[in-house]
């Protein structure tokens, strides 16, 4: 009977693929792999683990009968929890760990936008790899990035930029590029052209997007790493891990085509020019504004729509890029109008040694359809659309400056009113008497002279000077709101409009109604000028 060495031996000297697993070889007193942690090896760092900003929080989904993790942060993985783990047994380990549905609808959706915007800024083919990554074609337009290596490190700022831990892989194959990017060993992975087998060798069979059942046999049959399948012939490797399985690995190597299907961009009106020769001048730059406004107006016109947002990007010789942007408050496809607003971003756009190529995109647009002008060419209507004002002064001081006041149901006077659409229909305001400039918080009154409870201040002390009061009308007593917050159950303010010797009128209230200490302090301040 052979001995235990002479059997080992005989083992050693076996492919691997045909080594049987150690649980075949009679032995008892092996340590069986933990059931949730033997899938993930964990490394121990040898610095300090780093301090998390947030709680270790951890996606469970419903995997077959039971939840499983399917996603976790750097803190939990660092506390020993991985995809795959049974929630129950991940809440065992961790009580305090922060726990979350996926959303797999959800991450289906970003992955979309991410994928529409990978073709509109970098390669027209780009497309989804579910669950949780992105296919980008390079070729022909890497050049336009500064190359392979620049593309992916900007990538990878932008991605830090949005909040998404990425891992970018650049390779001849879009299998290879799939397999380094979630196996590889570092973020960041360009294989050189002609060396994808090698790069992709050690590798887990995993990374070839195999079927579980194929990834089955595969252990089965002693196949770890992909380089353990390179040498094996095709035929008897189909027999055991099947076709798709040979597929796979041929796409992965180059062998089999596997073409990217991208992502259709719906088509946003757009209009270009390329020059024969680079431009500089402000007189040039207005008339490709022009010229690219008219066949941009032909293309909505035809499709029904108006702008509500157009974006220049003038491209110069050294291959950078000049973008400008306007928006107008209603749908519009008048060129005059968006030209008058082009022309306002002009001063911003520097040329360089040249422009040398234009296009226009109208990212945001909306339906536009006929207009009736017959009541306005009767006279019938007096109404005029301000719509044009607003955009220009929009243009010169920005949209954020340009609002309408409109009232608000509240008896507080700061709660009264809300910045509104400068193009909307104005509300009804209450018949109250208001100062036409009401401060945004009322200010305080010092050395107040006033005969309590209830008439109004004599003389009163604001932003150092002294006030004296010879006519006054009040009071108008407004209540809290104290549905709000529990401040405003009891507090009452005393409004009074006053005029000091010289004719300013102003709006002061009292806090408080003289009688109970809970409706307020008896603290006087200054609302509001009248004129």
């Given at each position: 009977?052979?001995?235990?060495?002479?059997?080992?031996?005989?083992?050693?000297?076996?492919?691997?693929?045909?080594?049987?697993?150690?649980?075949?070889?009679?032995?008892?007193?092996?340590?069986?792999s933990?059931p949730?942690?033997?899938?993930?090896?964990?490394?121990?760092?040898?610095?300090?683990?780093?301090?998390?900003?947030?709680?270790?929080?951890a996606?469970?989904d419903?995997?077959?009968?039971?939840?499983e993790v399917?996603?976790?942060?750097?803190?939990?993985?660092?506390?020993?929890?991985?995809?795959?783990m049974?929630?129950?047994?991940?809440?065992?380990?961790?009580?305090d760990?922060?726990?979350r549905?996926?959303?797999?609808?959800?991450?289906?959706?970003?992955?979309d936008?991410?994928?529409?915007?990978?073709?509109?800024?970098?390669?027209?083919?780009a497309?989804?790899?579910p669950?949780?990554?992105?296919?980008?074609d390079?070729?022909?337009?890497?050049?336009?990035?500064g190359?392979?290596?620049?593309?992916c490190?900007?990538?990878?700022?932008?991605?830090?930029?949005?909040?998404?831990?990425?891992?970018?892989?650049?390779a001849?194959?879009?299998?290879a590029a799939?397999?380094?990017?979630?196996?590889?060993?570092?973020?960041?992975?360009?294989?050189e052209?002609?060396?994808?087998?090698?790069a992709?060798?050690?590798?887990p069979i995993?990374?070839?997007?195999?079927?579980?059942?194929?990834?089955?046999?595969a252990?089965?049959f002693?196949?770890?790493?992909?380089?353990?399948?390179?040498?094996?012939?095709?035929?008897?490797?189909?027999?055991?891990?099947?076709?798709p399985?040979?597929?796979r690995?041929?796409?992965?190597?180059?062998?089999?085509?596997?073409?990217?299907?991208?992502?259709?961009?719906?088509?946003?009106?757009?209009?270009?020019?390329r020059?024969?020769?680079?431009?500089?001048?402000?007189?040039?730059?207005?008339?490709?504004?022009?010229?690219?406004?008219?066949?941009?107006a032909?293309?909505?016109q035809?499709r029904?729509?108006?702008?509500?947002?157009?974006?220049?990007?003038?491209?110069?010789?050294?291959?950078?890029?000049?973008?400008?942007?306007?928006?107008?408050?209603?749908?519009?496809?008048?060129?005059?109008?968006?030209?008058?607003?082009?022309k306002?971003?002009?001063?911003?756009?520097?040329?360089?040694?040249?422009?040398?190529?234009?296009?226009?995109i109208?990212?945001?647009t909306?339906?536009l359809?006929?207009?009736?002008?017959?009541?306005?060419?009767?006279?019938e209507?007096?109404?005029?659309?301000?719509s044009?004002l607003?955009?220009?002064?929009?243009?010169?001081?920005?949209p954020?400056?340009?609002?309408?006041?409109a009232?608000?149901?509240s008896?507080?006077?700061?709660?009264?009113?809300?910045?509104?659409?400068p193009?909307?229909?104005?509300?009804?305001?209450?018949?109250?008497?208001?100062?036409?400039?009401?401060?945004?918080?009322?200010?305080?009154?010092?050395?107040?002279?006033?005969?309590?409870?209830?008439?109004?201040?004599?003389r009163?002390?604001?932003?150092?000077?002294?006030?004296?009061?010879?006519?006054?009308?009040?009071p108008?007593?407004?209540?809290?709101?104290?549905?709000?917050?529990?401040?405003?159950?009891?507090a009452?303010?005393?409004?009074?409009?006053?005029?000091?010797e010289?004719?300013?009128?102003?709006?002061v209230?009292?806090?408080?109604?003289?009688?109970?200490?809970?409706?307020?302090?008896?603290?006087?301040?200054?609302?509001?000028?009248?004129?």
């Open positions: 009977m052979p001995s235990r060495t002479d059997v080992e031996a005989q083992i050693a000297a076996l492919p691997i693929h045909a080594q049987p697993p150690m649980r075949e070889l009679g032995r008892r007193l092996e340590a069986a933990h949730y942690k033997a899938a993930v090896p964990v490394r121990r760092p040898s610095a300090p683990a780093p301090a998390f900003q947030h709680a270790p929080m996606l469970i419903k995997v077959g009968r039971r939840e399917v996603a976790v942060c750097d803190g939990a993985r660092a506390l020993g929890i991985h995809p795959g049974a929630a129950s047994h991940a809440r065992a380990l961790v009580s760990l922060d726990f549905p996926a959303e797999p609808g959800g991450d289906a959706a970003l992955l936008r991410l994928a529409l915007l990978a073709v509109r800024r970098w390669s027209p083919i497309a989804v790899t669950p949780d990554g992105l296919w980008i390079l070729a022909g337009c890497d050049h336009l990035h190359g392979e290596e620049r593309f490190r900007r990538l990878l700022a932008f991605c830090r930029r949005a909040g998404f831990t990425a891992r970018v892989a650049v001849d194959t879009a299998g799939y397999a380094l990017a979630r196996y590889g060993r570092t973020d960041l992975i360009r294989v052209p002609g060396a994808t087998a090698s992709i060798a050690p590798l995993v990374a070839l997007r195999l079927t579980p059942t194929a990834i089955s046999a252990r089965r002693g196949f770890e790493t992909i380089a353990d399948l390179l040498p094996v012939a095709r035929g008897p490797l189909a027999r055991r891990l099947g076709l399985a040979i597929t690995l041929d796409q992965a190597l180059g062998a089999v085509a596997e073409p990217i299907t991208p992502r259709e961009d719906a088509e946003v009106p757009i209009a270009e020019r020059l024969l020769e680079p431009i500089g001048t402000a007189e040039a730059i207005e008339q490709v504004m022009r010229d690219l406004l008219h066949d941009l032909g293309v909505l035809a029904g729509l108006g702008a509500r947002s157009l974006r220049l990007t003038g491209l110069r010789v050294d291959g950078t890029e000049q973008i400008v942007a306007v928006g107008t408050s209603r749908p519009t496809r008048e060129v005059p109008h968006l030209l008058r607003l082009l306002l971003r002009i001063e911003r756009i520097d040329p360089g040694m040249g422009l040398e190529r234009f296009w226009l109208a990212p945001h909306e339906p359809d006929a207009v009736d002008l017959g009541a306005v060419l009767a006279g209507t007096q109404v005029r659309d301000p044009r607003v955009d220009v002064i929009a243009g010169r001081i920005g954020q400056w340009v609002y309408r006041i009232p608000v149901e008896h507080v006077p700061e709660r009264a009113v809300i910045r509104s659409d193009i909307g229909l104005p509300g009804k305001w209450p018949a109250w008497k208001r100062p036409i400039r009401m401060f945004v918080r009322p200010e305080p009154l010092s050395n107040v002279i006033a005969l309590m409870p209830d008439r109004p201040p004599r009163f002390e604001w932003r150092g000077r002294t006030y004296r009061i010879v006519a006054g009308d009040g108008e007593r407004i209540h809290g709101e104290w549905w709000r917050r529990d401040a405003e159950v009891w009452i303010r005393d409004y009074y409009r006053v005029e000091d010289e004719g300013g009128r102003f709006w209230f009292r806090r408080g109604d003289g009688f109970e200490d809970e409706t307020g302090d008896l603290s006087w301040w200054i609302h509001g000028v009248f004129g």
